[in-house]
């Protein structure tokens, strides 16, 4: 029984996994794209970033299908054309429920449905739909016993909320608390979320000059330049906080002060027009998404709830080249179509999320807190069928020291990845692996990508200078697919052995 345990809690390692409390980054997917990328390839995608979170503005069925088994948690969208069925019928609502979600879950780790998107301030007609909708939904969730598991609640823009600085003095706009109040009620009731869109770039960009740029990205300011709450006192250091915490106070003024704030939409453009949407470049956006990383992640909260998570989605995955309006509006991508970087993000020392610098400035390294099993099995794979020269790792060469499974599993991961070019999905071996900035070299031992080496037994199997981005990334999912047959082989021999 205990060898069987044993392999059971190897298992659990890298199964989908329901709960999860605490600070995370996720990022929003939308496809206003002249070319969408196939669902297959936007999860090799997720998963060569180790994003864990991410919300979808629909409940497409192909994508969905596309994430089962990943463990990736999904939020899934209503979308605002789909509300009048939803919101006057509640077989519709349970149909619904039952198309996208029930047949789904539990293989898609879906925990939140979004009812709609910024109804109340773009729509404004269909306000009256939304509690009906959430209703219904949420009754189609209890029918299903998926209602300790999902969420339902509705995005909203932060101008929704009057009068936001100092934020001890907001309140949401008082023609919406026929919608709001029974809104905040339910969540109340159900432990969902309020769902806030926060955008500084806009927020700087109307303000004509009264909020500085550096108070907008995050950067950091001496204390005369902080913004000051006078009937708090509390300090603000950025425009993100000012606005999560007017949520809080305006929510405070109506009565309810136990709603989290899950912000489902903050960025920055990496390009605008150059004459109006001067501030709309890679460079700011690279200074407001790794800031609010790091803000994120590290369980800052705001000064009203100080190490407080603020939930957050990045907004967003991919540039978007079909969406109206101003140049900026298409260029707020982390990737571009082809799942190319539209920027570097200067994470270093920080973390390995996002990692999304596909130049020589990446390394793929082993996860901390990796099973050590599921790495040896790993740096097995690496350094014989992954056809990684490994002799760099015996004892008396460059990277011998630290003599760690987790070093070794390290330098072969890396030089698997740069190897066959840092294609999407080299850097996985099934979840022990991750990409970050963060250069591991150390001493005399220099890691591949540093100097731009990383050998390769026998004939390199990077893609050849005619083969296509696509061909090179079927590849390494070809070859990750045999390294997770010698993972499973491995596992069940060590059952056996024990």
């Given at each position: ?7 059971l809690s190897l ?6 996994v ?5 600070a ?28 864990r979170?991410?919300?979808?503005y629909?409940a497409?069925?192909a994508?969905?299908?596309?994430l ?15 509300l009048?069925g ?29 009812v ?6 773009t729509?404004?007609?269909a ?9 219904f939904?949420?009754?189609?969730l ?22 936001s ?10 023609s919406?608390?026929?919608v ?9 009731s159900?432990?969902a979320p ?13 303000s ?19 913004a000051?709450d006078?009937?708090t ?5 950025n425009?993100?906080d ?10 405070a ?27 709309a ?20 909260g705001?000064p ?8 957050t ?5 991919y ?24 920027y570097?993000?200067?994470?270093t ?15 793929c ?6 099973d ?7 740096l097995d794979?690496a ?10 790792l ?8 630290p ?19 840092m294609?999407?999905?080299?850097c ?8 970050t900035t ?5 001493g ?11 050998l390769l ?11 296509t981005?696509?061909a ?27």
């Amino acid at each position: 029984m205990k060898k069987l345990s044993f392999f059971l809690s190897l298992l659990a390692a890298v199964a989908v996994v329901h709960g999860e409390d605490g600070a995370y980054i996720g990022v929003n997917i939308g496809t206003a794209m002249s070319s969408v990328p196939a669902p297959t390839q936007i999860t090799t995608l997720l998963r060569s970033q180790n994003i864990r979170h991410i919300r979808l503005y629909d409940a497409d069925p192909a994508m969905l299908s596309a994430l089962a088994n990943t463990g990736i948690r999904v939020i899934v969208s209503v979308p605002n054309e789909q509300l009048l069925g939803i919101g006057n019928s509640n077989a519709t609502a349970a149909k619904w429920v039952a198309r996208n979600v029930a047949a789904h879950y539990p293989s898609v780790n879906i925990t939140a449905i979004a009812v709609g998107s910024e109804v109340l301030s773009t729509l404004p007609n269909a306000a009256p739909l939304i509690m009906p909708a959430v209703r219904f939904l949420q009754n189609a969730l209890v029918a299903a016993s998926l209602d300790r598991f999902i969420k339902v609640s509705t995005p909203h823009s932060s101008s929704i909320i009057l009068d936001s600085f100092p934020p001890s003095q907001a309140f949401f706009n008082r023609s919406l608390d026929p919608v709001l109040v029974p809104l905040l009620k339910f969540l109340q009731s159900t432990g969902a979320p309020l769902m806030l869109n926060v955008y500084p770039y806009y927020d700087y960009m109307r303000s004509n000059g009264v909020i500085p740029l550096d108070y907008a990205l995050f950067r950091t300011l001496p204390p005369n330049k902080e913004a000051v709450d006078a009937n708090t006192l509390l300090h603000y250091t950025n425009v993100f906080d000012a606005v999560v915490d007017a949520a809080y106070f305006a929510m405070a003024y109506l009565n309810v002060t136990n709603v989290p704030v899950m912000v489902t939409e903050t960025g920055w453009p990496h390009k605008g027009d150059a004459s109006s949407e001067p501030d709309a470049n890679a460079d700011n956006a690279d200074t407001y998404n790794s800031n609010l990383i790091r803000h994120v992640m590290n369980v800052t909260g705001t000064p009203k709830h100080p190490g407080v998570a603020v939930p957050t989605y990045i907004y967003e995955l991919y540039d978007e080249d079909t969406r109206p309006g101003t140049t900026s509006e298409k260029y707020w991508g982390l990737f571009d179509m082809n799942g190319s970087p539209a920027y570097a993000l200067h994470l270093t020392g920080s973390g390995q999320l996002l990692a999304n610098d596909t130049t020589n400035n990446t390394f793929c390294v082993a996860r901390d807190g990796a099973d050590e099993k599921m790495l040896q099995a790993a740096l097995d794979w690496a350094c014989g069928p992954g056809k990684v020269d490994c002799s760099v790792l015996t004892q008396g060469h460059a990277c011998y020291e630290p003599d760690t499974v987790q070093d070794h599993a390290t330098y072969a991961f890396n030089a698997y990845y740069h190897g066959i070019g840092m294609g999407s999905g080299s850097c996985y071996f099934s979840g022990v692996a991750v990409v970050t900035t963060t250069d591991p070299s150390h001493g005399s031992c220099v890691y591949g990508g540093k100097n731009g080496s990383a050998l390769l037994n026998g004939t390199s199997m990077a893609p050849s200078s005619n083969s296509t981005a696509d061909a090179g990334s079927h590849r390494a999912v070809g070859d990750v697919s045999s390294f997770l047959r010698s993972v499973a082989a491995a596992l069940l021999l060590s059952v056996v052995l024990l």
